[in-house]
């Protein structure tokens, strides 16, 4: 019966998988988080990143793995190297860029609570100097990890299109 029905192999799963992981990819990066963004509030919009990201990017590390070892195509250096790339890019924002940002929002946090955030020169509040390090620091780093993020789903696109040229 699983013979018949072409279950008795990986293929099936594994593009099952592969859509599954590229697709999510895609629409939490390029749909979901950009409504979040300017639906929610930025105390909201921050607490619910902070609950995704966590699994997201270990997703992103560890679904390519899984790609590898279940794929039923011959995998070549190249299709091999997009894999690793994807894999490290997610290990990257999970293991170093997403704890650094954590750190950083902490004493953003911190400084709010404080009431350290904001200074009064000439009768105009401004963020203190502090708040500003602080700032630019994140968006150093939120940039990276976004910028590590479209690389991972890139290699997993370009990952795609090799699989499905295999199978014409």
């Known amino acids: 019966m699983l013979t018949r029905l072409g279950l008795n192999t ?14 999510g990819s895609v629409f939490h990066s390029f749909i979901v988080s950009p409504i979040a963004f300017k639906h929610l509030s930025r105390p909201e919009f921050s607490n619910l990143q902070n609950k995704i990201f966590p699994t997201y990017f270990l997703g992103q590390a560890l679904s390519p793995l899984v790609l590898g070892l279940t794929t039923p195509l011959k995998l070549c250096p190249f299709t091999i190297g997009l894999l690793a790339l994807s894999s490290a890019t997610g290990a990257l924002n999970y293991f170093v860029l997403l704890p650094w940002c954590q750190q950083i929002k902490d ?28 700032n630019k620091q994140f968006g150093k ?11 991972s789903i890139l290699s997993l696109g370009a990952y795609g299109v090799i699989l499905s040229k295999r199978l014409l």
């Open 141 to 151: 780093y939120h940039g990276i990890s976004s910028l590590v993020n479209i690389l």
């Open 10 to 23: 990986t293929a099936p799963y594994h593009f099952l998988f592969y859509s599954i992981v590229f697709g």
């Open 107 to 134: 004493q953003r946090n911190k400084l709010v609570s404080d009431k350290l955030h904001e200074v009064i020169e000439n009768g105009e509040v401004k963020p203190s100097e502090e708040m500003v390090r602080l």
